[in-house]
DNA sequence: CTGGGGACGGGGCCC
DNA sequence: GGGGCCCCGTCCCCA
């Protein structure tokens, strides 16, 4: 089957100095037979123009579209400004864009500004400025999309028994090649091709006249030929002005061409598969040694000791165990000379030394040097448990003013202090 | 009773 | 996939 070929549409990014040749009668004439066009679409009826009408706020696409067909110069320079700014905004969200895609960058920079960025970069909706800023070229009844695309979101250039690639200039004979071509060449490439100098702006469709010998049009910014003026506009756009109007919805990457980015999905899909399969079924967790890992839930223990009978769910543990029952003690302390199994025994026998308690207990502030003693410390003391909750065999203190309740002497006093300064006294636990 | 320390297995992660 | 590293939690003992 033939692959279309014909560009669905068009984009001005500067305005069109030919139309400034426009006698007003062809203009008027054009905006009549636009908006009756129009209104018989919305009203299924034959509409008579009117030529005192105003159209008012906001104004919509169409009635943009005419009043820039009817205003003449005036709406071209508001048009030309608003063509500058959009331009501007482009540039703004493809470097944000590149900013976020780089991890170097993104290393250096703090997660507020990322959020801000990231904030800025959905803020910055630029679809509605753009549809603005079109091509008064065909019929206001088309939808029109700022870059060129082909119909079928290829970017192959079918005339006749030739397929040009507008990234490469690339010929096919087949489609079945074309495509080929596209996705060997094109569909992992991410950058800009090498070989072609950036470009600042691309030129009005209208101002692409220049061909070659050869009757094709060349690309002013790399030696590439292409045999229509949308062809070579939007070889520009996508590799030249590095413009991506593709957003990956998993990760946000934006893609210049539709085919990086059905390939960059596909890494996507291939990630999400190897996720499935390191997933635990039973837990959810995810690992790398899954059928190590589910031992954890069948409680197989394939690995026995042959001095003490014990078992282990796996091999570095039996191996350790062995160490023991060898007295293999390599791990010695430089300041007392105890000697340990494991590193890590020696690591935290080290604290012993440096008196570090940097773990502290979230309720008294007490510092410790283990985890488990604080766990320990805060189901002792202040009847904590684990997940947070207050055991009941806690005496707790209370205020002897208002008799409220606290979880610690020291929370008690501060209450006393703010609530109750007259009786400033301390308070004893309350049994 | 509480804090502190050694011993040791469990399990995630990385090479 | 195997093995080592690292961290954690638990048990036991002692002061």
Known sequence: MRRSGRLRKSVVVAPEPSREADVPLRRTSAAQEAEVRLRKRSSGADVRLKTDAVAPEPLSKAEVHLRRIECGPEVERWVEELSERVRCLLSIREDISRLLSDESMRCRLQDELLRHLKDLLQEVDLKPALEVCVSVEGSVDEVVEPIVEFDDGSFLEDSGDVRTCFVCGHNSP????ANEHLVLKHASVDEPLAGGEPLSEVKPLSEVTKRSSRGKYPCEACSREFATRKCLKAHQNVVHLQIRRHPCTVCGKRFAKPAHLKAHLQTHAAGDAADARQRCEECGKQNNAL????RVHTGERPYCC?????????KPSLNRHMARHEGR???????????????WDLKQHLLVHTGEKRLRCPICDEGFSRRSYVDDHMRRVHGVTQNGTQQD????????????EFL?????QQHLAEAHPEANRRQAPHN
Do not use: I, L
């Open 174 to 177: 087949t489609e079945e090649e």
């Open 291 to 294: 059928q190590v890992h589910r």
């Open 306 to 314: 042959t001095v003490c009978g014990m078992t282990f769910n796996r």
């Open 329 to 343: 003690k390599t791990h010695a302390c430089g300041s007392c000379g105890h000697a340990f199994a494991q590193k």
């Open 393 to 404: 065999k806690h005496p707790g203190f209370r205020c002897d003013v208002c008799r409220q």
């Open 408 to 412: 610690t002497e020291q929370d008690t």
